[in-house]
């Protein structure tokens, strides 16, 4: 059984930033890869950035240059350091991992960056 669990997420002005965090536990020997995914309000879940491994990094377009996935291995934590955030930023952010050919999600942590 593995758990994610998110926080960092809140309330903020455009501009500002925020850093998200994910830590997994329970029975891992292995994670493959660890990303951040987002659903905003009508819209369908979306890529934000995802990290492997090897550290191999992937953003979506609309996050380049703003946006920062980084890992901890020995910790199995994720970060997303997020900075000039826009309204249209805002959504819930559900962090993912990749372990053994099985994929788990944390329960989501809300963003709201307001204009």
């Known amino acids: 059984q593995v758990q994610l669990v998110e926080s960092g997420g809140g309330l903020v002005q455009a501009g500002g930033s925020l850093r998200l965090s994910c830590a997994a536990s329970g029975t891992i020997f292995r994670i493959d890869s660890m990303g951040w995914y987002r659903q905003a309000p009508g819209k369908q879940r979306e890529l934000v950035a995802t990290i492997t491994s090897g550290g191999s990094t992937n953003y979506a377009d609309s996050v380049k240059g703003r946006f920062t996935i980084s890992r901890d291995y020995a910790k199995n934590t994720v970060y997303l350091q997020m900075n000039s955030l826009k309204p249209e930023d805002t959504a819930v952010y559900y962090c993912?991992?990749?372990?053994?050919?099985?994929?788990?999600w944390g329960q989501g942590t809300q963003v709201t960056v307001s204009s």
């Open positions: 993912n991992a990749n372990i053994l050919g099985l994929t788990y």
